[in-house]
């Protein structure tokens, strides 16, 4: 069962840009929402990261937006640079358990000169 | 300060065969996770371990198996592999029983054929 769903699974954004990563999640119980960003060869990294009780955070290029009631969130990267080129994972977790970790798909993003 | 460090990075096996993958947890932190992240999808929670115990595991058959040891390291040990057992293999350490951010390692890609 895939608890968190992630949309678009690739993106191609030019540089500058604004590129816009979309996840749904069904478990309630979920209290935690980091984003994940990974190059090839190497794990996860931490992004940034937002809790339910606030709609959105914002770091630097990056934004996330909560909406607790659609059960939906999204990442948005403000003028996108090529560096950004990265698979990205959107989790939840429920904190009040063991730390697991359940992630989107990925999307794939490719920023473009 | 060292990060998560996985050995070996690359691995080829064969079906049946037995294989463990090792996990140097980053300095200070007593919480190793497991992940298993399939070719273009998100990575699955396999289990935790806390000072050298199971805190948790995921929906993987028990032929997954792991250890922690008193340094904190910890071996991931996969028996009778199969053929959807190629994957990239995720170790990530965190500091505590409850919740706290994790810090992944490189992984390593097995390859079972």
């Known amino acids: 069962q895939q608890q968190v769903k992630q949309s678009p699974q690739s993106l191609i954004v030019q540089k500058g840009g604004i590129s816009i990563i979309n996840c749904a999640y069904e478990?309630?119980?979920?209290?935690?929402f980091p984003w994940y960003q990974q190059f090839p060869g190497k794990g996860p990294a931490l992004l940034i990261a937002i809790r339910p009780d606030v709609s959105e955070k914002k770091e630097g290029r990056f934004t996330i937006s909560f909406n607790k009631s659609a059960k939906q969130f999204s990442l948005h990267i403000m003028d996108s640079q090529p560096g950004d080129s990265a698979t990205y994972f959107c989790?939840?977790?429920?904190?009040?358990?063991?730390?697991?970790?359940?992630f989107g798909t990925g999307t794939r993003l490719q920023v473009t000169l | 300060e060292t990060g998560v460090t996985q050995s070996p990075t690359h691995l080829i096996k064969t079906r049946g065969q037995q294989v463990t993958l090792r996990c140097s947890s980053q300095s200070g932190h007593n919480t190793v996770s497991w992940y298993q992240q399939a070719l273009g999808q998100g990575p699955q929670f396999i289990f935790q371990?806390?000072?050298?115990?199971?805190?948790g595991r995921g929906n993987f058959p028990p032929r997954f198996s792991g250890l922690q040891f008193p340094n904190y390291s910890s071996e991931l040990n996969v028996n009778a592999l199969e053929l959807d057992d190629s994957a990239l293999y995720l170790c990530?350490?965190?500091?505590?029983?409850?919740?706290?951010?994790?810090?992944f390692g490189p992984g390593t890609r097995l390859t079972v054929l």
């Open positions: 371990y806390y000072r050298e115990e199971e805190n």
């Open positions: 990530a350490s965190s500091l505590g029983r409850a919740f706290d951010e994790q810090f």
């Open positions: 478990n309630t119980a979920f209290d935690y």
């Open positions: 989790a939840a977790i429920h904190t009040g358990t063991a730390s697991k970790l359940t």
